[in-house]
C-alpha cells in the first residue's frame, strides 16, 4: 500500500516536471521568436519583415510541438512506472 503510494506520488511528481518543463519551452520559444521579430523591425523591407516574423512564427510553433510531443512521452513514461 504505502510503495503503491509512493510509485503514484513519484508518477505525478514527473507529469508535473514534464508540465512546467513544456510551459518553459513554450515561454522561450514566444520569446526568441519576440527577439527575432525585433531584429526584423531594424533596417528591412516590408516583405523583408514579414518574411521574418513568419519564419519566427514558424520556428516558434515547431518547438512548441516538439515540447509538447516529449511532455507527452514523459507523461506516458510516468503513466507505464507507476502502473509496475
Known amino acids: 500500500m504505502a510503495n503503491e503510494n509512493v510509485g503514484k506520488a513519484k508518477a505525478d511528481a514527473k507529469k ?3 508540465d512546467i518543463g513544456n ?3 513554450h ?3 514566444d520569446a526568441t521568436a519576440d527577439v527575432e521579430k525585433v531584429k526584423a523591425n531594424f533596417g528591412h523591407s516590408v ?5 521574418a516574423y513568419a519564419k519566427a512564427d514558424i520556428k516558434a510553433t515547431a518547438e512548441k510541438a516538439t ?3 516529449k511532455a507527452s512521452a514523459k507523461k506516458a ?3 507505464v ?3 509496475h
Do not use: H, L, N, R
Open 77 to 79: 513514461t510516468a503513466d
Open 81 to 83: 512506472e507507476k502502473k
Open 23 to 25: 510551459k518553459m519551452a
Open 47 to 51: 516583405a523583408e519583415k514579414k518574411e
Open 27 to 29: 515561454a522561450k520559444a
Open 67 to 69: 515540447a509538447d510531443i
Open 16 to 18: 508535473g516536471m514534464a
